[in-house]
């Protein structure tokens, strides 16, 4: 299938490791363009080397928690490629711990980076995308937006909250072109499920646990989410918005 990615470039957050940056290899291998950010700018330089240089892949120091990012974003997209075709917003994974174990500082924290800084870079993209003729907006969240996950409190609380703001994001901007869909990776072997892991005092019995109780019977790989948000982000699911994606390995079970 052609997805239509040829020349088309995209914005993608926390895209130095991890799922951001196994969605921008898909993308770029299928002849897109990407601006990459992160909070390490050592990790997103080399990330975008990577993927071919300033002829494919720019990479930015930046943080969600600050309210310039997302111009800056979209200003580096511009410059070095000249247009905007989308986004995929990628955040780390606030910290572990059930809902009242954790701090209120830790609360704070990840409200403002994980909560508020996606929302603010999707309505920057939104509205961007609205005025150039529409796009697509991924947004990286978790099966925990339909059910809570066990030890990540943080994460019940906020993710559902930002798949509602998507489905409304997808309403209000529908009519002119730009759609929005969540995706909902499960147990996928980044770094952030290794640490997970490794928090329980054996990781190996961990893993095996997490692959007993997924129908597929094993973790997935970065590139098999990469994949699915290439196909969502590209004009080839031009019909699809306003609904979140799992890719779990058939873990929720709601229909």
């Not at 300033?54 to 800056?72: F, H, I, N, S, W």
């Not at 907006?137 to 909250?161: E, K, Q």
């Not at 098999?224 to 031009?238: C, I, K």
């Not at 799992?246 to 079970?253: A, E, F, H, S, T």
């Amino acid at each position: 299938m052609d997805l239509g990615l040829t020349d088309r470039v995209y914005v993608l957050t926390g895209a130095s490791r991890g799922l951001g940056y196994a969605t921008a290899e898909c993308l770029v291998a299928d002849g897109a363009r990407v601006v990459l950010s992160a909070r390490d700018t050592d990790a997103v330089a080399a990330a975008a080397q990577r993927l071919g240089g300033p002829q494919r892949a720019v990479g930015l120091t930046a943080d969600l928690a600050d309210a310039e990012t997302p111009d800056r974003l979209l200003a580096a997209a511009r410059e070095h490629f000249g247009r905007l075709d989308g986004a995929l917003v990628s955040v780390g994974g606030p910290p572990p711990g059930s809902a009242t174990s954790v701090s209120d500082e830790q609360w704070r924290r990840s409200f403002e980076t994980v909560f508020l800084g996606t929302v603010r870079m999707v309505r920057t993209v939104a509205a961007a995308l609205a005025e150039s003729g529409g796009g697509a907006i991924g947004l990286v969240l978790s099966t925990s937006a339909r059910g809570p996950v066990p030890g990540l409190g943080i994460s019940n609380g906020l993710r559902p909250g930002l798949a509602g703001m998507a489905k409304d994001v997808a309403d209000e901007y529908g009519p002119r072109g730009v759609r929005v869909v969540g995706l909902l990776p499960g147990r996928i072997m980044t770094d952030r499920n290794v640490e997970l892991f490794a928090a329980t005092g054996d990781p190996e019995r961990a893993r095996a646990e997490a692959e007993a109780a997924i129908p597929l019977r094993r973790i997935g790989a970065p590139a098999e989410f990469g994949r699915v948000a290439t196909f969502v982000l590209s004009p080839a699911a031009s019909y699809l918005t306003g609904v979140t994606v799992p890719v779990d390995g058939g873990v929720l079970r709601s229909l």
